[in-house]
């Protein structure tokens, strides 16, 4: 079980206090950045290092950084940059974390790490408290109904946030720096039209079996990023005029505030570039040449 701290102090300043103090101080405070915040305002617990391992069955991670460009052959239907996720026309946001916990899906917390683009809290965030207790964490974020076509991609950057002591100048491993939380992501599809079946329990996946992209599964130390990496989900093997909607969704075992797993993670600037099918004219037919007479 992980120490909890004062639930209305910010992560954020007591972790700049802390650079004043030499490494012996800081050693002598374990797990002191561990503390957690109220819902809404997520903690920055020790996270993970090394970005990124990556199951990835049907797509191809991306690239950290860099400008975001729809391929020549795609139409952009949907581009969210999360800036307001009060106004998320079309979207479905379905928590069925086991116990529930405190909160949800919620506006990126800027002072924790900002967003990618756009004002510094411009993401969607999620964290340990979408569980209670020792719980099993499944927070969905379904996109709008889309026509899902052979070809067509889903780009997002995701992130978790820095390993605390790495923030304020440690070496990496001094103070057990790679005792962290675990985070874990998911990108999954379901060929069911405007459907939100995601089940019932935390386990359940409804209409959503088909999974895309599958971010640190092993829940390895430094297994998820903590610099903005984009990564990009490929349709494929879907008929032909099919709808459906694809889903994010920060699944976490022994995770919550008691568990071994979870600490923060956010999502930024979701694109989904749908290919055109292309129409092959039929051949008009060459008139029969006449013999001269």
Same mark, same amino acid.
């Given at each position: 079980?992980?120490?909890?701290?004062?639930?209305?102090?910010?992560?954020?300043?007591?972790?700049?206090?802390?650079?004043?103090?030499?490494?012996?101080?800081?050693?002598?405070?374990?797990?002191?950045?561990?503390?957690?915040?109220?819902?809404?305002?997520?903690?920055?617990?020790?996270?993970?290092?090394?970005?990124?391992?990556? +199951?990835?069955?049907? @797509? $191809?991670?991306?690239? /950290? =950084?860099? *400008?975001?460009?729809?391929?020549?052959?795609?139409?952009?239907? #949907?581009?969210?940059?999360?800036?307001?996720?009060?106004?998320?026309?079309?979207?479905?946001?379905?928590?069925?974390?086991?116990?529930?916990?405190?909160?949800?899906?919620?506006?990126?917390?800027?002072?924790?790490?900002?967003?990618?683009?756009?004002?510094?809290?411009?993401?969607?965030?999620?964290?340990?408290?979408?569980?209670?207790?020792?719980?099993?964490?499944?927070?969905?974020?379904?996109?709008?109904?889309?026509?899902?076509?052979?070809?067509?991609?889903?780009?997002?950057?995701?992130?978790?946030?820095?390993?605390?002591?790495?923030?304020?100048?440690?070496?990496?491993?001094?103070?057990?720096?790679?005792?962290?939380?675990?985070?874990?992501?998911?990108?999954? +599809?379901?060929?069911? @039209? $405007?459907?939100?079946? /995601? =089940?019932? *329990?935390?386990?359940?996946?409804?209409?959503?079996?088909?999974? #895309?992209?599958?971010?640190?599964?092993?829940?390895?130390?430094?297994?998820?990023?903590?610099?903005?990496?984009?990564?990009?989900?490929?349709?494929?093997?879907?008929?032909?005029?099919?709808?459906?909607?694809?889903?994010?969704?920060?699944?976490?075992?022994?995770?919550?505030?008691?568990?071994?797993?979870?600490?923060?993670?956010?999502?930024?600037?979701?694109?989904?570039?749908?290919?055109?099918?292309?129409?092959?004219?039929?051949?008009?037919?060459?008139?029969?040449?006449?013999?001269?007479?």
């Amino acid at each position: 079980m992980k120490e909890q701290i004062d639930i209305n102090i910010n992560a954020h300043p007591l972790r700049n206090a802390l650079i004043v103090l030499s490494a012996v101080a800081i050693c002598s405070i374990p797990f002191a950045l561990a503390q957690r915040t109220h819902p809404g305002k997520s903690d920055e617990r020790n996270g993970s290092r090394i970005p990124s391992r990556v +199951m990835n069955p049907t @797509g $191809a991670p991306g690239q /950290v =950084g860099g *400008t975001l460009m729809a391929p020549q052959s795609c139409t952009i239907i #949907l581009d969210e940059g999360f800036d307001d996720i009060e106004n998320l026309p079309g979207w479905v946001l379905i928590n069925h974390s086991q116990p529930s916990g405190a909160s949800g899906w919620f506006q990126g917390n800027g002072p924790v790490f900002p967003a990618f683009d756009g004002p510094p809290d411009a993401y969607i965030g999620a964290n340990f408290n979408d569980g209670g207790g020792l719980a099993t964490i499944s927070n969905w974020l379904l996109t709008p109904e889309v026509t899902l076509q052979d070809g067509s991609t889903l780009t997002f950057y995701t992130r978790t946030a820095q390993a605390s002591l790495a923030a304020v100048g440690m070496l990496s491993g001094a103070c057990n720096t790679g005792n962290a939380f675990p985070d874990r992501l998911q990108v999954r +599809m379901s060929t069911n @039209g $405007a459907s939100t079946n /995601v =089940g019932t *329990t935390a386990f359940d996946v409804g209409d959503f079996i088909n999974l #895309l992209i599958d971010i640190n599964p092993t829940y390895a130390i430094g297994g998820y990023p903590e610099a903005w990496t984009q990564f990009t989900a490929n349709i494929s093997g879907v008929p032909p005029g099919i709808t459906g909607r694809l889903a994010f969704r920060y699944f976490v075992e022994n995770g919550g505030p008691e568990g071994v797993n979870s600490n923060y993670i956010g999502i930024d600037r979701a694109v989904y570039c749908a290919t055109i099918p292309r129409v092959i004219p039929t051949p008009r037919p060459r008139p029969t040449p006449v013999p001269r007479p």
